[in-house]
């Protein structure tokens, strides 16, 4: 929360007492924000108001503790290995930037989850740096995420397409509008939008069927979903979508200005995708689109102070809560501290009641009538929920099933004290 900082994850905080204040440097004093040590064993937090999701956001990992005498010691640097404290039953024994971490067990563990696996070395790899499936076919690693551009060869290898997992993800790829400024401050142009996009197409040819076309911002199987009964709002429709172009004032897609199309740092699958809806863009209404691929960090900072005109981006969820995937992303902001200039004070309404309300079918009423207004006004333009591919060896065991059986590997949620090493790990040496 510590303004300095500049985090942009700071507002998962904000429901705490005094933290949004303190973020924005209303207030300074530190001890205002609601969060204190009552003894050595216990912490008491605060919130602004009832705060029926506050357990996901204590439960989050970046909720975790850190040791305070270390932080004061080596300021940023008390995460490298030698320096990291914590109570885990692994610990930090070299990270190479940009390269890999490696945890070993931490033989002074002496608590209820210490791990089966004696290393774990989780190697990174850089946007826009892909090795492909080489590292997994050659036994470099047991378990690795792939895309859709590699089903090509994967499909044609038994070994691979064996070894291939596949499963939705609470995440949601969007196109979203810089609504305070002409042409996008018309609904009319941001509804035609909405109808000339092509979904099925997208998620059939492009993701080869790992994916599902998105009509809301919650996906499906998340709690509070209403995609179905919102799916025809923004269906694709391109007659609909000329005729509100010319509605706009803009018959044929005569006198629309060329935009530029902001991707952040695109790997090939998004880049096909963004020239799918480019190209759809064109055909349909005879409207321009400029893409620009940018990088990361400049994409994020342009995006915070409300200067893209037109982008494609994503959203993965924190916790299962509607707060988190509507609240946290769409509830507007002042400049800096939000993704989107767009505003529905009604909308805005909506999340605040859901997010304060502790009768659970009553809250989720509030956030299904709130995503309405968000599909309705256009705030964005939802094109798919995301799939995570992923090869992974036989002989990696201990992954736990989520409620729908899923047992894909996931930072925010797999515990790598439960992983283990089959006993058919003969076959990697082979």
Sequence with gaps: LDPDEANQFAFLFYDIKNARSF?????????????????????????????????????????????????????????????????YSYKLTEWVHDQYILYDLNPYYNGPHKGYLEQIKLKFIIAGTHPGVAPYENNEV?????????????????????????????????????????????LRVRQAISHAIDRETITKVILQGHGTPAYTMLPPNFPGYTGDQLKSIQAYDVPQAKKLLADAGYPGGRRFPSTEFWLRQADPTQMAIAQAIQGMLKESLNINMQIKNQEIGLYMSNMYEYAIPFGLIPYQYDYPDPHNMLSQVWHSQPV??????????????????????????????????????????????FIYHTNILELRKPWVKGLTPNAWGQDLFWGNRTKLMDMYIGNNVGERVR
């Excluded at 001890?31 to 003894?39: E, K, L, S, T, Y």
């Excluded at 996901?56 to 404290?85: C, F």
């Excluded at 064996?162 to 969007?174: C, G, K, N, V």
């Design 23 to 87: 973020n924005h440097r209303i207030i300074t004093d530190r001890d205002a924000v609601g969060v204190r040590a009552i003894d050595d064993y216990t912490l008491e937090i605060e919130a602004e108001g009832p705060c029926p999701y506050l357990p996901h956001i204590m439960a989050y990992n970046s909720a975790a503790p850190v040791p305070p005498w270390q932080v004061k010691k080596y300021d940023r640097l008390w995460t490298e290995p030698g320096n990291m404290v914590s109570n």
């Design 142 to 186: 047991d378990r690795q995420l792939v895309f859709a551009k590699d089903l090509g060869v994967i499909n044609k290898v038994p070994a691979l397409s064996r070894d291939l997992r596949s499963a939705p993800h609470f995440q949601t790829w969007y196109l979203y509008f810089q609504t305070a400024k002409s042409p996008f401050d018309d």
């Design 336 to 381: 800096g501290h939000g993704r989107h200039d767009w505003k529905n004070d009604r909308f805005d309404e909506l999340l605040e009641l859901g997010g304060t309300t502790i009768d659970e079918e009553q809250r989720m009423q509030y956030y299904a009538d709130a995503e309405r207004i968000l599909v309705e006004d256009v705030g964005g333009v």
